[in-house]
C-alpha cells in the first residue's frame, strides 16, 4: 500500500504564525485527507480534498493537492495553543479506498 | 458523526498473555477497521473487520496474532494474542461511516504496554 509521507516532522511556532505541512505520496489516490492526532489519543478527520480538486479551504485550514506532483500542503492559519498536536496525512487508493497512513507532523504552538 | 467507544482505554499486561479489546459504536456502519500505532510511529491498517464473515487482513498481520469478531453492525473485538513487548502499542478501532468514502471516524484508542 503507498505510504504519505509529510515533511517536516516537527515544527515550533509562536502562537499566531501560520504552520505549514506537506505530504507526498506514490501512486493514484481517490482523495487525500488531514487528521490531527492529540496526545497518542484517537485521531480527528480535518479535511478531505478529492484528486479532481485543487485547494479546500475549512475555517483556519487550507489545503492543496498538487496530483502531478503527487504532494498536498496543509496550512493552518493564525495558529492556537489548541492546535498543538500531531497531524498525518492519508491516502486513499483507487482501487480500494483503504487509507495509508503518512509519518506525521508534530507541531507545538507556543502561546 | 457516529460515537466511537474503546475498552480498555489503556493497560499493562504480561508477555504471553492475551488481551481483548472491545469497540462500540452508537450507530449501525457497514466499514469497521482496526490500526495498530506504534510508539512514535504512524498508523498501519490490520484489519478489516466484517460483519458476520471473517476479517480482512493485511500484509504482515495472520488471524492467529489478531483474531477479530464482528457480530453485528455496531460491535467489534479485536484480540492481540501470545503477546510480547513488540506488541505495545496504541490499537485504534476505526468506522467509515458515510460508506467506502475513506473518510473515517476514530475511537480513543488503547494503549498497550506489554511487559
Known amino acids: 500500500s503507498q505510504q504519505g509521507e509529510e515533511d517536516p516532522q516537527a515544527l515550533s511556532i509562536q502562537e499566531g504564525e501560520n504552520a505549514t505541512m506537506n505530504c507526498s505520496y506514490k501512486t493514484s489516490i481517490n482523495n487525500l485527507q488531514w487528521y490531527r492526532q492529540n496526545s497518542g489519543r484517537g485521531l480527528v478527520h480535518l479535511i478531505l480534498i478529492r484528486s479532481n480538486e485543487r485547494e479546500k479551504h475549512s475555517g483556519r485550514l487550507r489545503v492543496t493537492l498538487d496530483t502531478s506532483k503527487k504532494s498536498s500542503s496543509l496550512l493552518i492559519t493564525a495558529s492556537r495553543a489548541a492546535d498543538t498536536a500531531s497531524y498525518f496525512c492519508a491516502t486513499a487508493n483507487r482501487g480500494n479506498n483503504r487509507l495509508a497512513f503518512g509519518k506525521g507532523n508534530q507541531v507545538v504552538v507556543i502561546p | 458523526s457516529a460515537v466511537i467507544s474503546q475498552k480498555p482505554s489503556r493497560d499493562i499486561c504480561q508477555r504471553g498473555t492475551s488481551l481483548t479489546i472491545q469497540c462500540q459504536v452508537d450507530?449501525?456502519?457497514?466499514?469497521m477497521f482496526w490500526y495498530r500505532q506504534q510508539p512514535g510511529q504512524s498508523l498501519t491498517l490490520i484489519a478489516t473487520a466484517n460483519q458476520g464473515s471473517e476479517a480482512t487482513y493485511e500484509s504482515g498481520f495472520v488471524i492467529d496474532k489478531f483474531p477479530i469478531s464482528r457480530p453485528n453492525l455496531t460491535f467489534s473485538t479485536l484480540t492481540v494474542s501470545n503477546m510480547s513487548p513488540e506488541d505495545s502499542s496504541i490499537y485504534l478501532c476505526s468506522v467509515d461511516e458515510r460508506g467506502n468514502t475513506g473518510e473515517l471516524f476514530f475511537g480513543e484508542g488503547s494503549r498497550l504496554t506489554v511487559l
Open positions: 450507530s449501525q456502519v457497514t466499514m
